[in-house]
């Protein structure tokens, strides 16, 4: 927004907008120095009455009022017992939360548009329970995990984020709210967790066949999967006409649904399959090519194809099996980044 679309907003809106930003950048700051296990001290922990709390306050104001005009001893005395009822809520609500240790887990990967999920482990090494901590990432607008953690013992509590794009995703800012046990105040804490998800290409959808002709083999005999018919499948874009399943298609009827299918072969793989990102057609965007790359690694995979990847400088043997899937996929998903250089 240029400087004269912001003059031109309300005095309020422009102020709500000043205060919301220094409150992101003090989050930031607070949150800046955390590595590995992060312990929740007294620094940290911030407390303020709930609406509640407020309603409480205002009435321990009317009881105390009356009281003094009215002289009544027994107003007094509730007063003050109310009062201190207060103050112990509040210490128990500021205990409930300090000192906890957390730590970061495991953060599973993912393809991009999915959910990244991370691992976030909360130890309590006192001899306090601690009862409805409640944990959610920075930018819910309320928390939605709740967790007990006795004594002496450990929880654990899966967040999870959207992921938008390919490469490393960093955990988001998580934060840490109690209200245990009545309610009257409401103590909270941030955590930036130092983990990372790592993000894939989003499989094309649609993407053409697998080009099961690959690169010859060192004997030089064969043609990948080409030998024994494994069934049909959805016709797509680029399949060759001597491939369709015209005996299937002239079964099916159109206004019913039908469409064009295609054969599908296995077995009889004595080529080397090469997923090579230059031998993509060059107008294709970037993107595009690696999320079609991963569409074929997967689909490789599934058909139980040996296949070798070729990205840029990475180079990466033929192999099947998960492992060799994960390889193929992360260097796909680093691919032009600062990480692969490294």
């Known amino acids: 927004m240029t400087t004269a679309a912001v003059t031109r907003l309300p ?46 306050a205002a009435l321990l104001l009317a009881l105390l009022v009356g009281s003094v005009n009215y002289s009544l001893g027994l107003g007094f005395g509730l007063t003050f017992v109310a009062a201190a009822c207060g103050v112990v809520d509040m210490l128990a609500t500021y205990r409930n939360l300090a000192h906890l240790h957390l730590r970061p887990g495991r953060a599973g990967a993912v393809f991009a548009g999915e959910e990244a999920p991370f691992e976030l482990l909360l130890a309590n090494r006192t001899r ?14 309320d928390p939605r995990h709740a967790v007990d953690v006795a004594a002496g013992a450990n929880a654990t509590v899966v967040l999870s984020g959207a992921s938008t794009r390919r490469g490393w995703m960093k955990a988001p800012r998580v934060r840490l709210a109690t209200r245990f046990p009545l309610g009257l105040f409401n103590a909270w804490s941030y955590w930036q967790p130092d983990s990372r998800a790592l993000v ?50 002239a079964r099916l009827d159109p206004s019913l649904g039908g469409q064009l299918v295609t054969k599908q072969f296995e077995g009889g793989a004595l080529d080397e399959l090469v997923l090579d990102l230059d ?40 192999a099947l099996g998960p492992a060799h899937q994960a390889a193929c996929l992360e260097a796909l998903a680093l691919y032009g980044s600062a990480d692969e250089r490294r």
Do not use: C, M
């Not at 992060?38 to 940290?44: A, D, M, Y």
């Not at 306090?128 to 607008?141: G, I, N, P, S």
């Open 11 to 56: 005095l309020g809106v422009r102020v709500f907008g000043w205060l919301r930003g220094r409150r992101s950048t003090w989050r930031e700051r607070t949150t800046a120095r955390d590595r590995g296990e992060v312990e929740l001290n007294q620094r940290r922990v911030y407390i303020l009455p709930t609406r509640a709390g407020l309603g409480f």
């Open 128 to 141: 306090l329970d601690r009862f409805a901590v409640w944990v959610d990432v920075d930018t819910a607008k």
């Open 200 to 249: 894939y290409p989003f499989p094309e959808q649609d993407a053409p066949p697998l080009p099961v002709s690959g690169y010859p083999s060192p004997d030089g005999f064969g043609s990948a999967g080409n030998d024994d018919f494994a069934g049909v499948r959805s016709y797509q874009p680029g399949d060759p006409l001597r491939q369709l399943a015209w005996r299937h298609i």
């Open 279 to 318: 031998a993509l057609p060059p107008r294709l965007d970037l993107e595009l090519k690696l999320s079609r790359l991963a569409r074929w690694v997967l689909e490789a995979e599934l058909r139980a194809l040996p296949y070798a990847l070729r990205v840029g400088a990475r180079r990466i043997d033929a």
